[in-house]
């Protein structure tokens, strides 16, 4: 029998060393179906609960691999379904290629069963690259093309099958006119910066004599660089959320996070610098940087497009981080004076003594921040770490600490809620030899994060690690959006909109055959992870928790305090306990001693 062109797409993929296809089925894409039937499952089709988590594990895959993630939907609900994750592949920059079903050719345009205009819906989630398979002679150009332009952009793209067309007999494109061949592979390029450029950055740099630094995911790889430019310049270093892994936690002159969710540290950091430097990284909140008169700044970046948005900088570098800096260290004169550098180590000590105090704190019945701080005693080296959005990233960026070979990931810009789930089933993919470990709201746990557990049941068995650990933060409120309304709305809580069923998460997973904890008690938590690194299957840790915890900002504005206690004073279901937990929280950064019960 003759390939059909279902069949050479699968044979392509291959070629490109795609191992796994995260995907729901549907008659839109029957033919491609029926040619992994054929195919023997090579690449295999990883089934989710729905094609939104197919995607989101696409991402978890290639954020974690740094390969191309690949997920297949249907035609009309299939393909719509896609589309959040697709999202947050293109605001965190990660390559991702969807092939997405449609009607058949003879319905197109007859308002069909199914049938959406794709080509418009995708247009600006797959901006880079998106296209229609229309003749059997497109390919192998679609999907070469669509495969480089993502790993070359960091960004999602699509080609669209009409249904039909995937069973008809595959024919290559001919030596002829409006013919488009293709071939296989890529290099890999690195971006060299202009030696007079990182001369003019030396030198703005020497001339500092208080650096701060700011790197993101795209210093990744970079960390023995980082070091050396801040020993040299006598710098300390803050982390965007998406460059959380660069560098380890324990290093005395690493802030930790910046922004809303970011570390006292890091605000000392960036409102006491003259000069900043930020390597790979796109962090948007501009209030969180430096004063606008206050510090020269120089950004380096591979590309272009991301430079100079989000802080006046006087030099925009256009260069790969590890080459650029490797060009910059011998150009760097040593700082003598290191009193800067022992007052940012000072604030480490301070705020990772306060983060301790506010994690060994007592709450009602738990507080979340110990879930993240009795973790971080026992992280593996190798973990993969994911985490939700919502109250959960806030604990995720202050109280785990990183070290060792440690990876972590979240939706950093699209900030969706429900893939930490996914993302850690696409990071056992990646590296089936790891532990993963995801944090979940409840919230989005009830939104998705169950049903992709009967994923993880599913599938577990051919990991060579069974290791998935879920811990659910539950605490029967949407606590992120909670705390918005108070701290920004000046509201209390609405709690017809904001208060969750009470549901059983571990009794759930041992339902499908899972390990599954309840961890009602402070004294369970430590307990509860050994139990978890220790088993020989993933386990869903159900740790209640209390609500009323406050996510605090590093510095909370005047602002931020008045509609607080104007969410009180209208009559907050939780007010006198939310304003008792955030008083003993904000103490922590002011008393001696270890902690306070």
Not at 473 to 489: A, I, K, P, S
Request: include cysteine; charged fraction near 20%; charge should be negative.
């Amino acid at each position: 029998m003759a390939d059909t062109v279902g069949d050479f797409i699968l044979a392509r993929l291959r070629e490109w060393g795609v191992k796994q296809v995260f995907g729901y089925p549907g008659d839109g894409i029957n033919g491609l179906l029926a040619a992994w039937g054929r195919a023997e499952n090579d690449p295999q089709f990883v089934q989710s609960r729905h094609e939104e988590m197919s995607a989101f594990e696409a991402v978890g895959y290639a954020k974690f691999s740094g390969e191309i993630g690949v997920c297949a939907a249907t035609s009309g609900p299939g393909a719509i379904h896609l589309l959040n994750g697709l999202y947050d592949a293109k605001l965190d920059h990660v390559p991702v290629l969807a092939l997405v079903g449609q009607t058949e050719r003879s319905a197109m345009g007859g308002s069909y069963q199914q049938e959406v205009d794709l080509l418009s819906l995708f247009k600006d989630v797959c901006s880079e690259y998106l296209q229609m398979c229309m003749v059997p002679q497109q390919l192998p150009n679609l999907i070469d093309r669509a495969i480089r332009i993502a790993l070359a952009e960091g960004a999602p793209t699509a080609i669209v099958f009409p249904s039909d067309i995937l069973d008809e007999q595959y024919e290559a494109p001919a030596h002829a006119f409006k013919q488009v061949p293709s071939s296989l592979g890529r290099t890999s390029a690195t971006v060299q910066p202009d030696p007079a450029v990182v001369r003019q950055a030396a030198d703005i740099l020497n001339a500092g004599g208080k650096v701060a630094m700011l790197v993101g995911q795209g210093a990744r790889g970079c960390a023995d660089e980082i070091a050396q430019v801040a020993e040299l310049l006598g710098a300390g270093c803050a982390k965007a959320l998406l460059g959380k892994d660069v560098l380890a936690d324990d290093l005395p002159w690493v802030t930790g996070a910046i922004g809303l969710l970011g570390t006292t540290a890091s605000w000392h950091l960036m409102t006491g610098c003259d000069t900043l430097l930020t390597v790979g990284s796109n962090f948007p909140y501009s209030q969180f940087l430096p004063e606008f008169d206050q510090a020269r700044g120089i950004q380096i970046d591979r590309s272009g497009k991301w430079l100079g948005m989000r802080y006046p900088y006087e030099l925009n570098v256009v260069g790969d981080a590890k080459a650029t800096l490797r060009e910059l260290i011998p150009l760097l004169r040593r700082k003598d004076d290191r009193s800067w550098r022992e007052q940012i180590e000072k604030h480490v000590a301070d705020w990772r003594q306060t983060a301790e105090r506010q994690a060994l704190t007592d709450a009602q019945p738990t507080n979340p921040m110990r879930m993240f701080h009795e973790l971080s005693t026992r992280l593996p080296d190798n973990a993969i770490v994911t985490a939700d959005s919502g109250s959960a990233a806030n604990w995720y960026a202050r109280h785990l600490d990183f070290h060792g070979d440690v990876r972590g990931s979240l939706s950093g810009t699209l900030a969706t809620m429900g893939p930490a789930v996914p993302y850690a089933i696409g990071a056992k993919w990646a590296h089936p030899d790891r532990p993963a470990i995801a944090f979940e709201g409840d919230g989005a746990m009830q939104m998705n994060g169950l049903m992709e557990m009967i994923t993880v049941a599913h599938y577990w068995r051919q990991w060579a690690d069974p290791r998935l650990i879920v811990a659910v933060l539950h605490n029967n409120d949407l606590t992120q959006v909670t705390w918005e309304q108070r701290g920004m709305e000046g509201m209390p809580k609405f709690a017809e909109s904001q208060t969750l069923p009470d549901i059983d998460y571990a009794a759930f997973a041992r339902g499908i055959g899972l390990v599954g904890v309840n961890v009602d008690t402070t004294d369970d938590i430590g307990p509860a992870w050994d139990q978890a690194l220790a088993a020989d299957r993933p386990v869903l840790l159900d740790i209640r928790c209390d609500p009323n915890v406050p996510p605090i900002p590093p510095h909370a504005t005047f602002a931020q305090a008045k509609a607080l206690a104007t969410a009180v004073l209208k009559g907050d279901e939780d007010a006198a306990h939310l304003v008792k937990e955030g008083l003993k929280q904000k103490a922590q950064q002011f008393l001696p001693g270890r902690k306070d019960g």
